[in-house]
């Protein structure tokens, strides 16, 4: 009975020891899905994840004009806290730079466009579900 006991801890611990490691990963790789629009109606999807940071811009949609980009490409992270997020997308091509900075507790990001002759685009704001 003694023997039949101890077996018992020892695969109750072992069973512990594999759960518990599943449940943090989960906790560790949580990620969001983020819709944003601006007031023009310009809509953007991201997946954000907390921890390891990352940011994903998913795909963008223009209901002005109906134009739709499947995107799936991350973003560049240059600075993380507790509630900010910034990144930093280069598209070398169209020579343009674009500097997002994400609210993670009000759910909403700033985007600022810079062309590479130094001058600047437009500033947009996000909210974001």
Not at 30 to 53: D, L, Q, R
Not at 112 to 118: H, I, L, P
Request: glycine share 4%; proline share 2%; net charge neutral.
């Amino acid at each position: 009975m003694l023997t039949l006991l101890k077996n018992f801890k020892l695969s109750s611990f072992g069973v512990i020891l594999t759960v518990i490691p599943l449940i943090s990963l989960q906790k560790i790789n949580a990620s969001n899905y983020w819709t944003c629009e601006n007031k023009y109606g310009f809509v953007s999807v991201f997946k954000i994840n907390t921890y390891p940071v990352s940011v994903t811009h998913i795909s963008s949609y223009d209901s002005g004009n109906g134009d739709k980009w499947s995107v799936n490409k991350p973003l560049q992270v240059v600075f993380s806290n507790r509630n900010i997020v910034s990144t930093v997308d280069v598209l070398v091509d169209e020579e343009v730079m674009y500097l997002d900075i994400f609210n993670l507790q009000s759910k909403s990001f700033i985007s600022k466009e810079t062309f590479f002759d130094g001058s600047e685009g437009i500033t947009q704001f996000y909210n974001c579900q």
